[in-house]
């Protein structure tokens, strides 16, 4: 069973940048579909981005393409969301996800069976 720990959030102006790690234990990451939500008070969790096993396919949801990349190294068992030209509206406790349908790029939570404890983000303006 893999299990996930995210890390690099903080507070950053609006128009700043941060990267978002999380690293995974276990064996089986390689073949595991990841994806970032977030989740600001008093809202649903939402997807950010998603990435198929290999890196070779993502998905952003529009609130965040042309900004935000996410990527993986599966040597390290890592993935990353790079976020760039943060807005206050990217607020939020932003989560890390597998699936073990390692080349689908599912947007809806249901769709993952292992999840991070979260990380704060917090843009100010």
């Known amino acids: 069973q893999v299990q996930l720990v995210e890390s690099g959030g903080g507070l950053v102006q609006a128009g700043g940048s941060l990267r978002l790690s999380c690293v995974a234990s276990g064996r089986t990451f390689g073949s595991y579909a990841m994806g970032w939500f977030r989740q600001a008070p008093g809202k649903d969790r939402e997807i950010v981005a998603s990435i198929n096993w290999s890196g070779a396919s993502t998905y952003y949801s529009d609130s965040v393409k042309g900004r935000f990349t996410i990527s993986r190294n599966n040597a390290k068992n890592t993935v990353y969301l790079q976020m760039n030209s943060l807005k206050p509206e990217d607020t939020a406790v932003y989560y890390c996800?597998?699936?073990?349908?390692?080349?689908?790029?599912?947007?809806?939570?249901?769709?993952?069976?292992?999840w991070g404890q979260g990380t704060q983000v917090t843009v100010s303006s």
């Open positions: 996800a597998g699936s073990s349908y390692g080349n689908m790029l599912f947007t809806r939570t249901s769709n993952y069976n292992v």
